[in-house]
């Protein structure tokens, strides 16, 4: 079993920075492959990035190029840094995780464990 605890949301302005986490409970961490998924009120939750075991790294287009996900597997913590962030970037941010594929991949399907979730706000 693997617990993922998220934290680091809060309000931030656009084009501000705000660095998300997700501490997961795992010994198994470093070979597991992780991603953060989003979902704003009204809507489906949507990937957001994804990073597997050997570091590589897929993004969804609206997040390309603003948002940097990386791992520390001495810390088994994920992270998120969004940089220049964007009122339609608002949402409760989830960090999840699964041994089901060794590619990153950012299709919320393939994922087994999940988080609670930490609530980001950008104000314009």
């Known amino acids: 079993q693997v617990q993922l605890v998220e934290s680091g949301g809060g309000s931030v302005q656009s084009g501000g920075s705000l660095r998300l986490s997700c501490a997961a409970s795992?010994?198994?961490?470093?070979?597991?492959?992780m991603g953060w998924f989003r979902q704003a009120p009204g809507k489906e939750r949507e990937g957001v990035a994804s990073?597997?075991?050997?570091?590589?790294?897929i993004y969804a287009d609206s997040v390309k190029g603003r948002f940097t996900i990386s791992r520390d597997n001495a810390k088994n913590t994920l992270y998120l840094l969004m940089n220049s962030p964007k009122p339609e970037d608002t949402a409760m941010y989830y960090c999840?995780?699964?041994?089901?594929?060794?590619?990153?991949?950012?299709?919320?399907?393939?994922?087994?464990?999940w988080g609670r979730g930490t609530q980001v706000t950008v104000s314009s």
């Open positions: 999840a995780a699964t041994e089901r594929v060794v590619v990153a991949s950012i299709r919320e399907e393939l994922y087994n464990y």
């Open positions: 990073i597997d075991s050997d570091g590589s790294t």
């Open positions: 795992t010994y198994t961490y470093s070979s597991l492959c």
